[in-house]
């Protein structure tokens, strides 16, 4: 059974494992779930997901949800090396993921920022000063935590790992929200490595909504 | 060298691996970073995780942060079973993980309370109504997914995994905060078995504060 990828092309969390899937030379079908419509909320999808999130991905006869537990998957069954063999590199890279996964994402999530446009009676400028000040905050400590000595052309190393998967999503956000993070080099430098490999370059929304 | 852990009793996620310390009987040495009087910011804590964090964990010779990083790292260096061996169970463990450690937590950190506080002008009941409104949201969606048909007297099967390491510290919070969630009954049965042994109870943060 050929994997069936749920997602929306915006959402960063499908955008990982786009990305996630492309490195590992796996063949996938799409079926989109258009959040603008709703359609996360419905039935269909939530008895893939009973928490509604995006992305969903039937693979090995299971739905998997949770788009770190899903590169953690296939990281665990498929010849792909997303985190290092050693336990301490391992644990380095899995702590640059979190800094994204953990401490931007969430916070910066749809709902959470309409809610607070809510309770704020704000308006769209109220969301977008969210949405950068928290980008911004979380990729400076990104920076900082590559800055310990460890160069390369990527996050950990030569080979793109689950950080640059996390990272990479982000910048997206970064950039379509205006956070101001024009002073992080390093991070800069990663995000253009990743952008010459075609896992990454085919799994950016824009060449997944033209294709859509 | 025993290990140093750098932690703050009310932390979660210091809780949550003070949890794991003791499931994994390693001996260690606390010294307590404490939020209120700021020493998170200091120079001294800084050093240890940029990002100002708690927890940090010296052991091996190096500090590691983040504390999902950390039970991971635990789990791969040390015999226990934070994990199950099966890739899809482990799957399974990480999604309920995440659902704590990246859908409530952050959100709920303190100082993106303290965000929304200033933010909507608001006193201590906005904050309490955002602790309430997403510990519910979240623990709910945790009830759910457990009730996927694979009982036990754990999250995870009979013995205690990542899963349950990070519940019992969100109930901490949840009762902290009086969210409602007195209906979410497998929860409650799951934080009874927890609460039963030594590991969990030792790391409690009234006990901690306690001994401090």
Redesign the interface.
């Known amino acids: 059974m050929t994997p069936v990828l749920y997602d929306y092309w915006r959402s960063s969390a499908s955008y990982r494992v786009r990305i996630a899937l492309n490195l590992a030379e796996i063949e996938y079908d799409t079926t989109s779930v258009d959040l603008l419509k709703g359609e996360h909320l419905e039935n269909a999808h939530l008895s893939r997901n009973?928490?509604g999130f995006v992305p969903a991905l039937d693979i090995?006869g299971?739905t998997?949800?949770?788009s770190?537990?899903?590169i953690?998957?296939l990281n665990?069954?498929r010849p792909v090396t997303f985190l290092p063999d050693a336990?301490?590199e391992?644990?380095r890279v899995?702590?640059l993921s979190?800094?994204i996964?953990?401490?931007i994402?969430?916070?910066c999530n749809s709902s959470?920022a309409a809610?607070?446009m809510a309770?704020?009676g704000?308006d769209e400028a109220?969301r977008v000063d969210?949405m950068k000040?928290y980008i911004r905050k979380g990729l400076a400590?990104f920076e900082?935590?590559l800055g310990d000595g460890q160069g390369g052309t990527f996050c950990h190393g030569d080979a793109p790992t689950m950080a640059d998967i996390c990272l990479v999503p982000q910048l997206y956000n970064a950039e379509r929200w205006g956070a101001d993070i024009a002073d992080l080099s390093r991070i800069k430098e990663i995000a253009e490595n990743c952008a010459r490999l075609e896992a990454f370059a085919a799994a950016h929304p824009d060449r997944v909504n033209a294709a859509g």
């Open positions: 009973p928490q090995d299971q998997l949800t949770q770190l537990a899903i953690e998957y665990e069954t336990a301490l391992r644990s899995r702590t979190y800094i996964a953990m401490e994402h969430p916070i959470v809610d607070i309770r704020t704000g109220v969210w000040t400590a900082k935590r």
